[in-house]
């Protein structure tokens, strides 16, 4: 099924990006937010995001100009009714995801795609709040969106082959690189990651290293690209803590729980970049 109009709901940082994504292939969009103010909060980071590019030459004017034009900005799920394919980025929660579900399966035609972009969650619970699940799948994309390659495209126990393959070709239609996997608990990447960098954690304190000293180790190393301590900092403590939650409540594996030290500093609002504190300082 070719996608000519996609809808993105939720315009935090991951649905912005996925958005900036779809309009910058081609892809006529329509971003929802609860609100008007972070509707338009959501166009300005794109905005932003796409005039850099433009200033390192990656980017023409007209094309930047071209792309913010393909956006649109509602506040009702009702203006996605056109859309052939709807992508879900709102908050990592399951009951607002499947209630969410629940309200687009009454609204966007038959034959759509509904694809969530949970990273821990399992994508076969939120899609039996459809009378759809066989249309249901995963899209996991990975913080930067528009500048990780990756997008997990995930089948969850009933997903049709249609509606996966149709996802997956527009993984790779905006530029993407996907993967296909299965609704199992952290589907690849997260399931190898999210038990590492808990141990990266522990380590820390059982060596009673630095942060900047565990990342240097892993860094030059063990060829990581970005130490872990700055790894969780960007992706944030909060939502790192929330996935490993997850993750522990599925598997019951030990690894799999959050240190008590991320909690801690999730509880204390130590969130990394977005808070402008974690491991490291980013206050300026």
């Known amino acids: 099924m070719e996608v000519r109009r996609v809808g993105v709901v939720g315009l935090g940082a991951m649905g912005a990006g996925i958005a900036q994504l779809c309009v910058e292939a081609g892809v006529e969009t329509v971003g929802r937010e609860v609100s008007a103010e972070l509707g338009e909060r959501a166009r ?9 590019k433009v200033e390192k030459g990656q980017l023409e004017e007209s094309a930047r ?12 799920l009702e203006a996605l009714r056109g859309c052939e394919l709807v992508i879900e980025a709102i908050v990592e929660e399951l009951e607002p995801k499947r209630e969410l ?25 939120i899609a039996a709040a459809t009378s759809r699940p066989q249309r249901v799948v995963g899209m996991h994309f990975f913080n930067p ?15 049709g082959d249609g509606p996966f393959e149709t996802a997956f070709a527009f993984g790779e239609r905006i530029g993407k690189t996907p993967i296909r996997c299965f609704d199992t608990p952290g589907f690849v990447v997260n399931r190898v990651l999210i038990p590492l960098l808990n141990d990266c954690i522990r380590v820390l304190d059982e060596s009673r290293v630095s942060p900047e000293t565990l990342d240097k180790g892993m860094k030059f190393g063990a060829g990581w690209p970005m130490g872990p301590c700055a790894l969780v900092d960007l992706v944030g403590i909060d939502v790192h803590v929330h996935a490993s939650e997850a993750l522990y409540e599925k598997t019951r594996e030990q690894r799999m729980a959050p240190p008590p030290r991320l909690v801690a500093m999730r509880n204390a609002g130590l969130l990394g970049r977005k808070s402008g504190r974690g491991f490291y300082s980013y206050e300026s």
């Open 101 to 125: 579900f629940a309200g687009l399966d009454g609204i966007v035609s038959p034959e759509a795609v509904l694809a969530t972009n949970t990273s821990a969650l399992s994508v076969t619970e």
């Open 44 to 52: 300005e980071r794109i905005g932003h995001f796409l005039t850099r």
């Open 145 to 159: 969106a528009p500048l990780m390659p990756l997008v997990e495209i995930v089948r969850a126990e009933l997903t």
């Open 65 to 76: 100009d071209n792309a913010m034009g393909r956006l649109s900005l509602t506040t009702e």
